[in-house]
């Protein structure tokens, strides 16, 4: 049974990364339920009463576990589904795992030795646990990514914190939409 709920929490988090989200295109992957999945994900894009043209295309369906991709602008979003979840699996050419209703961070950096350590003692230092984390990167000492989903939502001083790391170029907060 697909929870449609989670493609437009999906979608709002998604909104949350791209303000200003243009030029999107939504390909559906899958071969059931395809309408269905289309509209829930552009519900939490646009909201219900949306009056935006979505460019939709769909493929054959021979994908086994990933749903859709969306493309707006420049950035690329996988939704793929296992046995528990929908979720989002990447983001441009980076792993990670997204579910909805999440709190975490986004934390793009520049590829260094000791990433997860800075990053998870300014968690450890402000009480809050990580339940998964993801680092990704496109090569040795370039660009990355590390996705770490938390218990408890984090706080703007942390955020803050993170933010000073050196290496760090960007942090984006995870919330429950």
Known sequence: MVNYLDFIQLGRLICHFEPQAANMTLHILTHEHREEIARKIIEGLLGPEFDQTLR???????????????????????????????????????SCRITAGCHGILAYHTDYPGVIRDVSRILAENQINISSMKVSREHKGKNALLVSLTDEEISTEAIEKIEKIPQITKVVALRPV
Not at 73 to 86: A, M, V
């Open 56 to 94: 939709i295309e769909t493929s054959s369906g021979e994908y086994t576990n990933e749903i859709a991709i969306l493309q707006i602008g420049k950035n690329k979003y996988t939704f793929e589904k296992d046995h528990q979840n929908i979720f989002i699996s990447k983001i441009n050419h980076y």
